[in-house]
T-cell receptor, first 113, second 113 residues
Framework: DGGITQSPKYLFRKEGQNVTLSCEQN?????MYWYRQDPGQGLRLIYY???????QKGDIAEGYSVSREKKESFPLTVTSAQKNPTAFYLC????????????FGSGTQLSVL | GENVEQHPSTLSVQEGDSAVIKCTYS??????FPWYKQELGKRPQLIID?????GEKKDQRIAVTLNKTAKHFSLHITETQPEDSAVYFC????????????FGGGTRVLVKP
């Protein structure tokens, strides 16, 4: 199904390596978000972007970086500074920056080798 | 910032019985309260939401109630069916926080046939 596409579905990171998770949307939504999902901890906001070429830190931004060069794309890089990167990462979008309704991608499971 | 607590973390019910999940929030300015359902291996999807000017909202077998004074809101599922088995997340947002959602920790619901 279309909407928001995340890739890859599974990703493995070696010690000291940076990895990038892809998120693409064809909904023409202004805002995009990255969430981290850990068992029993709900969804925690990493970064969000309300408009192209602009983004803000969420609650757990340390060790992550993002870019928003195109409206459709919001890639997340998990850097070597993130010491506990194993988690399920969800990308989401909303029509406007002030629109709370989120549409989620199918997620990427990141594991450390 | 906003803090949302969700209980219980797991809930097992017999098919046909009702299920109730409760969330409390800390920011009295919160004005939007959605519920997301995440089936196993799938993306979270919005199932119902309520705004602070409404006390209750129903959609077929699901309903949400809001008590602004006590700062809690609940999801009620009646006549549960096996397809209701999933993880349910509550969330809250305020305009002051740019309408960004703060999620609860999630409730894993298992409907036993």
């Amino acid at each position: 199904d279309g909407g928001i596409t995340q890739s890859p579905k599974y990703l493995f990171r070696k010690e000291g390596q940076n990895v990038t998770l892809s998120c693409e949307q064809n909904l023409n939504h202004d805002a995009m978000y990255w969430y981290r999902q850990d068992p029993g901890q709900g969804l925690r906001l990493i970064y969000y972007s309300q408009i192209v070429n602009d983004f803000q830190k969420g609650d757990i931004a340390e060790g992550y970086s993002v870019s928003r060069e195109k409206k459709e794309s919001f890639p997340l890089t998990v850097t070597s500074a993130q010491k506990n990167p194993t988690a399920f990462y969800l990308c989401a979008s909303s029509l406007y920056a002030t629109n709370e309704k989120l549409f989620f991608g199918s997620g990427t499971q990141l594991s450390v080798l | 910032g906003e803090n949302v607590e969700q209980h219980p973390s797991t809930l097992s019910v017999q098919e046909g019985d009702s299920a109730v999940i409760k969330c409390t929030y800390s920011d009295s300015a919160s004005n939007y309260f959605p519920w997301y359902k995440q089936e196993l291996g799938k993306r979270p999807q919005l199932i119902i939401d309520i705004r602070s000017n409404v006390g209750e909202k129903k959609d077929q077998r699901i309903a949400v109630t809001l008590n602004k004074t006590a700062k809690h809101f609940s999801l009620h599922i009646t006549e549960t069916q096996p397809e209701d088995s999933a993880v349910y997340f509550c969330a809250a947002s305020t305009e002051a926080a740019g309408n960004k959602l703060t999620f609860g920790g999630g409730t894993r619901v298992l409907v036993k046939p």
